[in-house]
């Protein structure tokens, strides 16, 4: 049993979650890496306390001095972006490579990061407008395949069905208008290839990176679609202005980007990305951008969304 299952077998048996909590905290104070590594996500997630990144930090460096290397990785992310300390990307690439021979992500990372696209390869990309006004394009070719097989190989273990939440309820519920499988990645959880890719988002949308929501990855399995929707969403003070959808594989039949309201149709080849905008010149959401994923008819599809705002975003509030 983990210790993680442990936690929730002693919260269940007493009927007090603070129990489980305690537990961890306790085998955390001890020197344990893998408490130290679940008090960490906590403070970070911020579900049952304020978020705190210094006090991450402070656990994360117990656990990574223990030999755990998910803690060294989660701690790669923060230095290199930035959270919780000066952002120091030489310094996480080093750490990095110090567990690269015994962690297959970290070692995956150092071999690709010198192998990414440039930023000048990455502005010069074709370009194909579907639509001037709204404005819809595809930009051709701005994943390379090796970004695109990492993105999808980190993926798949973290993937969960698509749910929606309402407020006070802990347990989702299927989506009624989306069916598919995905995994968001938070500042904390993007790595530095994942971080990359934000960057080079940001340029070809001419957005910022502190603008966008959470990675969305997302897969969807023969039959699954998501149907008509508008990605601008009501009475957002800080709205939906832009999204871009990577096309991360193409070997499967159906699953077009449709807009049902302008006629168009598009569907990437894998490493294009489709970036519309969702509001109009009045920054209200624009009713011509109802768009849908049509049902995947054989094979498997994967994508990576990114939604932008209008201002500077936190990733980690809801609305």
């Given at each position: 049993?983990?210790?993680?299952?442990?936690?929730?077998?002693?919260?269940?048996?007493?009927?007090?979650?603070?129990?489980?909590?305690?537990?961890?905290?306790?085998?955390?104070?001890?020197?344990?890496?893998?408490?130290?590594?679940?008090?960490?996500?906590?403070?970070?997630?911020?579900?049952?306390?304020?978020?705190?990144?210094?006090?991450?930090?402070?656990?994360?460096?117990?656990?990574?001095?223990?030999?755990?290397?998910?803690?060294?990785?989660?701690?790669?992310?923060?230095?290199?972006?930035?959270?919780?300390?000066?952002?120091?990307?030489?310094?996480?690439?080093?750490?990095?490579?110090?567990?690269?021979?015994?962690?297959?992500?970290?070692?995956?990372?150092?071999?690709?990061?010198?192998?990414?696209?440039?930023?000048?390869?990455?502005?010069?990309?074709?370009?194909?407008?579907?639509?001037?006004?709204?404005?819809?394009?595809?930009?051709?070719?701005?994943?390379?395949?090796?970004?695109?097989?990492?993105?999808?190989?980190?993926?798949?273990?973290?993937?969960?069905?698509?749910?929606?939440?309402?407020?006070?309820?802990?347990?989702?519920k299927a989506d009624p208008i989306r069916k598919s499988e995905g995994a968001a990645y938070l500042p904390h959880d993007e790595?530095?290839?994942?971080?990359?890719?934000?960057?080079?988002?940001?340029?070809?949308?001419?957005?910022?990176?502190?603008?966008?929501?959470?990675?969305?990855?997302?897969?969807?399995?023969?039959?699954?679609?998501?149907?008509?929707?508008?990605?601008?969403?009501?009475?957002?003070?800080?709205?939906?202005?832009?999204?871009?959808?990577?096309?991360?594989?193409?070997?499967?039949?159906?699953?077009?980007?449709?807009?049902?309201?302008?006629?168009?149709?598009?569907?990437?080849?894998?490493?294009?990305?489709?970036?519309?905008?969702?509001?109009?010149?009045?920054?209200?959401?624009?009713?011509?951008?109802?768009?849908?994923?049509?049902?995947?008819?054989?094979?498997?599809?994967?994508?990576?969304?990114?939604?932008?705002?209008?201002?500077?975003?936190?990733?980690?509030?809801?609305?």
């Amino acid at each position: 049993m983990s210790l993680f299952e442990e936690a929730k077998e002693i919260a269940r048996r007493s009927g007090r979650p603070q129990d489980g909590i305690a537990f961890i905290e306790r085998k955390a104070t001890d020197g344990d890496a893998e408490a130290n590594l679940i008090v960490a996500r906590w403070w970070l997630y911020a579900s049952d306390r304020p978020r705190d990144a210094i006090a991450a930090h402070r656990h994360l460096n117990a656990a990574a001095g223990k030999g755990n290397t998910e803690a060294v990785r989660l701690l790669a992310n923060l230095i290199a972006a930035g959270i919780g300390c000066e952002a120091d990307s030489s310094k996480a690439i080093a750490m990095l490579k110090q567990v690269a021979d015994r962690d297959g992500v970290a070692a995956a990372q150092v071999a690709l990061l010198p192998q990414m696209m440039t930023e000048a390869d990455a502005l010069s990309a074709t370009r194909d407008r579907f639509s001037a006004e709204p404005s819809i394009e595809l930009v051709r070719q701005l994943l390379l395949p090796g970004e695109r097989d990492y993105i999808m190989r980190v993926a798949t273990p973290v993937l969960k069905p698509s749910f929606v939440y309402e407020p006070g309820v802990e347990q989702g519920k299927a989506d009624p208008i989306r069916k598919s499988e995905g995994a968001a990645y938070l500042p904390h959880d993007e790595d530095l290839v994942i971080q990359a890719l934000n960057r080079r988002l940001a340029l070809v949308t001419g957005t910022a990176v502190d603008q966008r929501e959470a990675l969305y990855v997302i897969r969807y399995l023969p039959g699954e679609e998501y149907r008509p929707h508008f990605d601008a969403l009501p009475g957002l003070a800080n709205q939906r202005s832009k999204t871009a959808i990577c096309y991360l594989n193409d070997d499967y039949e159906g699953g077009a980007t449709s807009f049902p309201e302008l006629g168009i149709s598009a569907r990437g080849a894998a490493g294009d990305v489709l970036i519309f905008t969702n509001v109009d010149a009045d920054g209200r959401p624009d009713p011509r951008l109802r768009h849908a994923g049509e049902a995947v008819t054989a094979g498997i599809k994967w994508i990576a969304t990114r939604w932008i705002r209008q201002r500077t975003h936190d990733p980690y509030e809801i609305e």
